[in-house]
């Protein structure tokens, strides 16, 4: 995209994705629309201003929403994948391969209440990965550092102002 086209994003995630992306989204003001979490004081303040669009509502909403089409369609996914058309995927090298296997991919049937048979912490109910038809993967993008930490203030709260 060139700097002189006009676009706006929608971004749907499915849990807090820190401060970073958001104070740029904020700074760029390219962002129309977010769901369902917002971390930085710059997003707040545009958000508040009716300059961004803005629904709070639980993550663990925001999956079956697109799903049973209430928001609109994913043009493209980074993280998401079962419902974009073109996907791209991070490969975080940054992170250890120990953590193979630390998710448990369950997709919900659509329209029920149905519980999840988890009981215990090391159920598992479904698959370690995501599987997509490859001939929408776009593209691999590579980056090799951590997510920034929206619990950082509690360290320093409890290292400064109460220990």
Same mark, same amino acid.
């Given at each position: 995209?060139?700097?002189?086209?006009?676009?706006? =994003? &929608?971004?749907?995630?499915?849990?807090? $994705?820190?401060?970073? +992306?958001?104070? %740029?989204?904020?700074c *760029?003001?390219?962002?129309?629309?977010?769901?369902?979490?917002?971390?930085?004081?710059?997003?707040?303040?545009? =958000? &508040?201003?009716?300059?961004?669009?803005? $629904?709070?509502?639980? +993550?663990?909403h %925001?999956?079956?929403? *697109?799903?049973?089409?209430?928001?609109?369609?994913?043009?493209?996914?980074?993280?998401?994948?079962?419902?974009?058309?073109?996907?791209?995927?991070?490969?975080?090298?940054?992170?250890? +391969?120990?953590?193979?296997?630390?998710?448990?991919?369950?997709?919900?049937?659509?329209?029920?209440?149905?519980?999840?048979?988890?009981?215990?912490?090391?159920?598992?109910?479904?698959?370690p990965?995501?599987?997509?038809?490859?001939?929408?993967?776009?593209?691999?993008?590579?980056?090799n550092?951590?997510d920034s930490?929206?619990?950082?203030?509690?360290?320093?709260?409890?290292?400064?102002?109460?220990?």
């Amino acid at each position: 995209i060139k700097n002189s086209e006009k676009f706006s =994003i &929608n971004l749907y995630t499915g849990a807090s $994705i820190g401060d970073e +992306l958001d104070r %740029v989204l904020a700074c *760029i003001e390219r962002l129309k629309l977010k769901i369902p979490y917002q971390s930085h004081s710059d997003l707040r303040k545009l =958000i &508040n201003q009716g300059k961004v669009n803005f $629904i709070d509502i639980h +993550l663990c909403h %925001v999956s079956r929403y *697109i799903r049973e089409e209430i928001f609109s369609s994913i043009d493209v996914a980074i993280v998401e994948t079962s419902l974009a058309k073109d996907i791209y995927i991070e490969l975080n090298e940054a992170h250890s +391969l120990d953590m193979k296997n630390l998710h448990d991919n369950y997709l919900p049937e659509l329209y029920t209440e149905r519980s999840i048979n988890i009981d215990y912490v090391d159920d598992r109910i479904s698959t370690p990965d995501v599987r997509v038809n490859p001939k929408r993967i776009k593209g691999i993008v590579l980056t090799n550092k951590y997510d920034s930490s929206s619990g950082h203030y509690l360290f320093y709260l409890f290292n400064n102002k109460i220990c």
